[in-house]
C-alpha cells in the first residue's frame, strides 16, 4: 500500500518516519516544492532500513505529483507554520492557496485516495479540501483531534504520576487554543475515572494546559511540534490502510450529527479502509454541548473567510 505525504518538513518526515519504522505501507512518497529536500530526507531514511529493519520504500520529489500515482492515503502537512505568538487562524490566508492547490493535484494522480488534512488551521483546510475535491465526506479526514488528545492524556499521565497508556482521554470540537474541548467527564485511569483522583482544579489546569499544548511547544521551540503530530497522523494511516477500525477523534464534515450541519468539525470516528466509516455519538451533558456549540461557532466563523480571500 502506497502512502503520499505532501510537505517534507518536520511534521511530514517524522510521520515518514514512523510509517517506515512501523511497517505500516509497503511505500512512502515525501513530496516538497524545495529543490531536493524531499529526496534528501528519504535518501536519509532508507538509508536507516538495515539498522533499523524494515522494507519500505521511502522515496522523495520535487513538486512532482506524477510520482504520487496510485496512492491509498494522501496526507497533506504542506504549509506555513507557527510562529511564536501566532494563532492558527492567522494562517488561513497563506495556507489556504496551498491546501487547495495540493488536493486538485494529488487527485490527479490518485482518485482513489482518502485524504488526510493535518496544515493549519486544520478545521478550516480540512472543510477546504472536502468542498474543493468533491468527494465523498468519509474520505477527508482532519487529524487534529487524536494529537490533541495524545496531549491530554500526557498530561493526565503527569498529574496523576500514572503510565500514560493506562489513561483514556478524548478532545473533541476545534483544533484550536480556544475551540478544542477536552472531555474531563469521561476521562479515565484503567477504567476509572480520573475525577476520583484528580481534584477539580486538578481537572481544570489538565484541561487548560491541553488546550495550550500546541502554543506552549510553539514557544519553546520557535515553530510547530513535529514527534507527537507525526506519530498521529502515522497512527490513523495504521488504521485506514490495515482497516483497525479505531476510534479516533477527527475533523469530519458534520450534517446534522451533533446539532451541526455543513461544518468539519473533531468528534469521535471509527476509521477504517473507507477512511472514517461511522460518527459515534458519545452523548454530551448540556454543558458540554453548550461549548461545542460555541466551538462550532468559532470554526465557522474561520470558514466564512474563505469567501472573502482569493485562494
Known amino acids: 500500500m502506497k ?77 506555513v507554520p ?37 496544515s493549519n488551521p486544520m478545521d478550516t483546510m480540512t472543510y477546504l479540501a472536502l468542498k474543493e475535491s468533491k468527494l465523498p465526506k468519509n474520505r477527508i479526514i482532519g487529524m487534529g483531534g487524536i494529537l490533541d488528545s495524545s496531549r491530554f492524556k500526557c498530561y493526565l499521565s503527569m498529574a496523576l504520576n500514572a503510565p500514560a497508556n493506562d489513561i483514556e482521554g478524548m ?49 519553546m521551540l520557535g515553530t510547530s511540534a513535529w514527534y507527537a503530530p507525526g506519530a498521529a497522523v502515522a497512527a490513523l494511516v495504521d488504521s ?9 477523534p477527527c475533523c469530519v464534515y458534520l450534517d446534522g450529527e451533533y446539532g451541526q450541519k455543513d461544518i468539519c468539525l473533531g468528534v469521535p470516528v471509527i476509521i477504517g479502509k473507507n477512511g472514517w466509516e461511522k460518527i459515534v455519538d458519545i452523548k454530551l451533558n448540556e454543558e458540554e454541548k453548550a461549548v461545542f456549540n460555541k466551538s462550532a461557532d468559532a470554526v465557522r466563523n474561520m470558514n466564512n473567510v474563505l469567501s472573502t480571500i482569493a485562494i
Open 240 to 248: 485506514i490502510l490495515n482497516d483497525q477500525k479505531k476510534l479516533f
Open 3 to 79: 502512502v503520499t505525504i505532501v510537505g517534507a518538513g518536520n511534521v511530514g518526515a517524522t510521520c515518514a518516519d514512523v510509517i517506515s519504522f512501523r511497517k505500516i505501507a509497503s511505500e512512502v512518497v515525501l513530496l516538497d516544492i524545495r529543490e531536493n529536500f524531499a529526496e534528501g530526507k528519504a535518501l536519509d531514511m532508507m538509508q536507516t532500513a538495515t539498522l533499523i529493519g524494515f522494507n519500505t520504500a521511502v522515496s522523495g520529489s520535487t513538486n512532482d505529483y506524477a510520482k504520487t500515482a496510485n496512492s491509498d492515503v494522501v496526507v497533506i502537512t504542506s504549509g
Open 171 to 219: 478532545v473533541i470540537g476545534g483544533h484550536g487554543d480556544t475551540t478544542m474541548i477536552p472531555l474531563t467527564r469521561l476521562a479515565s485511569y484503567k477504567g476509572v475515572p480520573v475525577a476520583q483522583f484528580l481534584s477539580a482544579d486538578g481537572m481544570k489546569k489538565v484541561a487548560a494546559d491541553t488546550m495550550v499544548g500546541g502554543a506552549t511547544l510553539t514557544g
Open 82 to 118: 507557527r510562529k511564536p505568538g501566532m494563532t492558527r487562524e492567522e494562517l488561513i490566508g497563506i495556507n489556504a492557496g496551498i491546501v487547495k492547490g495540493v488536493t486538485d493535484n494529488v487527485l490527479k494522480h490518485s482518485p482513489k485516495a482518502i485524504i488526510v488534512v493535518v
